[in-house]
T-cell receptor
């Protein structure tokens, strides 16, 4: 079955430290991978995506993510966390074999950055 | 400015009183979708539309209807709302060949 797992409900990081939000996936075809962020009382915003090419992709607000095909992972990272990064983060995957290009969503990870 | 606009943003209603949540996008996107977000359950897709007059059920379509008569609009209709439809609803759109979804700001619905 196709799925996306975000194994941590919540991640706590001190401001200035590096952060990682984990995502693993399972699809039958090749994946297109996405990260979205949801700030309190807001809609989701696109952060970054992997389609093809370089496994390390850079996105908005200084975030990056690394596609690891062998581990079927797409972890979100940032070298130095800001308090303003505190939000809910969603990983999503599209199976390229799906002709309707539907997204499969992870359950979300709450990121808390402490001053 | 490219955006997806939902209305109303907040609504309290009573069981059985029909309501419509409107969604409009100004990006000429073919694809539109409705999601609901509930604590601990993440995002669940209700309905989606690949283009005008083409709609399909998502994961949780029961109790909802949609229509896509125009490319820019994709209203969500609750014919007879029930308390289990109390939730935060999001409309989203994207181009057929592009990856990222653009989301509205959300509509928080409470059914008493």
């Amino acid at each position: 079955a196709q799925s996306v797992a975000q194994p941590e409900d919540q991640v706590n990081v001190a401001e200035g430290n590096p952060l990682t939000v984990k995502c693993t996936y399972s699809v039958s075809g090749n994946p297109y991978l996405f990260w979205y962020v949801q700030y309190p009382n807001r809609g989701l915003q696109f952060l970054l995506k992997y389609i093809t090419g370089d496994n390390l992709v850079k996105g908005s607000y200084g975030f990056e993510a690394e596609f690891n095909k062998s581990q079927t992972s797409f972890h979100l990272k940032k070298p130095s966390a800001l308090v303003s990064d505190s939000a809910l983060y969603f990983c999503a995957v599209r199976d390229t074999r799906d002709s309707n290009y539907q997204l499969i969503w992870g359950a979300g990870t709450k990121l808390i950055i402490k001053p | 400015e490219a955006q997806v606009t939902q209305n109303p943003r907040y609504l309290i209603t009573v069981t059985g009183k029909k309501l419509t949540v409107t969604c409009s996008q100004n990006m000429n996107h073919e694809y539109m979708s409705w999601y609901r977000q509930d604590p601990g359950l993440g995002l669940r897709q209700i309905y989606y539309s690949m283009n005008v007059e083409v709609t399909d059920k998502g994961d949780v379509p029961e109790g909802y209807k949609v229509s896509r008569k125009e490319k820019r609009n994709f209203p969500l209709i609750l014919e007879s709302p029930s308390p289990n439809q109390t939730s935060l609803y999001f409309c989203a759109s994207r181009g057929v060949w592009t990856g990222e979804l653009f989301f509205g700001e959300g509509s928080r619905l409470t059914v008493l």
